[in-house]
T-cell receptor
Framework: GQNIDQPTEMTATEGAIVQINCTYQ??????LFWYQQHAGEAPTFLSY????GLEEKGRFSSFLSRSKGYSYLLLKELQMKDSASYLC????????????FGGGTRLMVKP | SQTIHQWPATLVQPVGSPLSLECTVE??????LYWYRQAAGRGLQLLFY??????ISSEVPQNLSASRPQDRQFILSSKKLLLSDSGFYLC????????????????FGQGTRLTVV
């Protein structure tokens, strides 16, 4: 199985940069995903990493180090609408590509 | 294109009553299917996942059960609801058996907000 850890809450200022970390332990790593979830809504896909390095998509970037079992999501030029929960999820290739989610990091963006 | 349907959107049920939530996927075959639960302000807790018809894996012991009677149908049930079963239930699907590097993100239904009273 997987053990996925991420901070419970973070606060940042509008226009700033914030980094949300995620560490994991898994036997059959086959990809790491980041999702955004606004309160009361379903999660929406943000990014995907399966090889080491940085993937950039506009204001959002995600980094992966497989040897360290570590990923981060970087949000630049924060906007108020970025206030949401950010979920790290790991896919297990030894279990039919089952996705297991971390507890999520609730980000509050303040003016 | 693929779509996922989950219903109902909201549900209020008394303690001890049965539960049946249904999820169907269209536009793909042999998907992985998942049921997650999310308590208020918390992350997603994997309840069940399925890699094929009749194949159900349970992650958390509880009074809930899941069934997959057809390839693209996933049902979450309970015979007697508890107060602690209240939460936001999400069904999701992903492609099965992806090779390394293939982006097989999970696609979520809109969720069912269950309140047990």
């Amino acid at each position: 199985g997987q053990n996925i850890d991420q901070p419970t809450e973070m606060t940042a200022t509008e226009g700033a940069i914030v980094q949300i970390n995620c560490t994991y332990q898994t036997s059959g790593f086959n990809g790491l995903f980041w999702y955004q979830q606004h309160a009361g809504e379903a999660p929406t896909f943000l990014s995907y990493n399966v090889l080491d390095g940085l993937e950039e998509k506009g204001r959002f970037s995600s980094f992966l180090s497989r040897s360290k079992g570590y990923s981060y999501l970087l949000l630049k030029e924060l906007q108020m609408k970025d206030s949401a929960s950010y979920l790290c999820a790991v896919r297990d290739g030894n279990a039919g590509n089952m996705l297991t989610f971390g507890g999520g990091t609730r980000l509050m963006v303040k003016p | 294109s693929q779509t996922i349907h989950q219903w109902p959107a909201t549900l209020v049920q008394p303690v001890g009553s049965p539960l049946s939530l249904e999820c169907t996927v269209e536009g793909t075959s042999n998907p992985n299917l998942y049921w997650y639960r999310q308590a208020a302000g918390r992350g997603l807790q994997l309840l069940f996942y399925s890699v094929g018809i009749g194949q159900i894996s349970s992650e958390v012991p509880q009074n809930l059960s899941a069934s997959r009677p057809q390839d693209r149908q996933f049902i979450l049930s309970s015979k007697k609801l508890l107060l602690s079963d209240s939460g936001f239930y999400l069904c999701a699907w992903s492609f099965f058996g992806a090779f390394v590097g293939m982006n097989t993100e999970a696609f979520f239904g809109q969720g069912t907000r269950l309140t047990v009273v």
